[in-house]
C-alpha cells in the first residue's frame, strides 16, 4: 500500500488564534487524507508553491485585498499551470464584496462576483462540468448560510 | 456566471436539458437566479472553486473534501 499523500496547502494569511475553532474540524477531514501544509505568509506560499502542491485552499480574505494582489497572482499562475485553487472557510466572512468583485474581475478574469448573503436550499448541480463532484456521493441539497 | 460552473445552486435543478436550453436561448439576458453557494470552473489548465458558506457548516465537508481532489479514486 502507497503511503503517498497529496498536499494540501492552506493559505492562513491572516490567521487569528480564534480561526482554528471554526476550522479545526475540516483541517482534521483534510488531514485524513492528505499532508495539510499551512501557510501564514507570502514567502511561505511561495516556498510551498515552487515544491508542488496538489491543491490550494485560501482559508482567508487576504488575497482579496490590494496589498496582496501579488499572491492572488501568484495563485492564478499556479491555477493555469494545472493546479486547484479553492476560495473558502474564511473567506467569505473576511472579504469586503467590492474587493473580492475586483479581484475576480481583474485578476481572475471570472464573471464571479459576491452574491445575496443568506441562508437558502440548494440543489447539487447533476450537469456540472467536473466529475469530482458529479461522481461523489454528495448530498443532492443543502441549506446552508452562505454568500452566493 | 456559467451553469456548469455552479455546484450547488439555489431554488433550481440543473440537469444537462437545462444547460440545452440555456444555449437555445443565448438572446436571453442572464438571469437573477443565477447565483450558486458552490462554484468551480476551469482556469487554463486548472481550476478555481469557491465556497461561499460563512458557518463552517459540517455539511459541505465532503464538498471540500471533492473539490480539492482528496475523494478520487
Not at chain 1, 82 to 93: F, I, K, N, R
Not at chain 1, 95 to 114: E, G
Not at chain 1, 125 to 143: F, G, H, V
Not at chain 2, 47 to 70: H, K, M, W
Request: proline share 3%; charged share 25%; net charge neutral.
Amino acid at each position: 500500500m502507497s503511503s503517498y499523500l497529496p498536499i494540501i496547502l492552506v493559505l492562513s494569511i491572516e490567521k487569528e488564534t480564534w480561526h482554528s475553532e471554526m476550522t479545526g474540524r475540516l483541517h482534521a477531514l483534510i488531514r485524513s487524507k492528505a499532508r495539510l501544509v499551512e501557510a501564514e505568509t507570502k514567502q511561505a506560499t511561495y516556498d510551498a508553491l515552487a515544491t508542488g502542491v496538489a491543491a490550494v485552499l485560501v482559508g482567508d480574505g487576504a488575497i482579496t485585498k490590494r496589498k496582496h494582489r501579488e499572491l492572488a497572482h501568484a495563485l492564478v499562475a499556479y491555477t493555469k499551470d494545472g493546479g486547484t485553487v479553492l476560495l473558502g472557510c474564511l473567506m467569505s466572512c473576511f472579504s469586503a464584496p467590492p474587493d473580492f468583485n475586483r479581484m475576480m474581475q481583474t485578476v481572475w478574469s471570472l464573471p464571479w462576483r459576491y452574491g445575496n448573503y443568506s441562508r437558502e436550499g440548494s440543489s447539487l448541480n447533476e450537469a456540472a462540468s467536473t466529475d469530482r463532484t458529479t461522481r461523489a456521493p454528495l448530498r443532492k441539497m443543502i441549506n446552508v448560510k452562505a454568500v452566493i | 456566471m456559467a451553469s456548469e460552473d455552479k455546484i450547488y445552486a439555489r431554488g433550481e435543478r440543473i440537469t444537462p436539458r437545462t444547460i440545452t436550453q440555456q444555449l437555445l436561448e443565448q438572446y436571453e439576458e442572464e438571469d437573477e437566479t443565477g447565483q450558486a453557494a458552490v462554484a468551480f470552473g476551469r482556469v487554463g489548465g486548472g481550476f478555481l472553486g469557491r465556497i461561499g458558506d460563512v458557518n463552517s457548516e459540517e455539511q459541505l465537508d465532503l464538498v471540500y473534501l471533492a473539490l480539492l481532489g482528496l475523494l478520487v479514486s
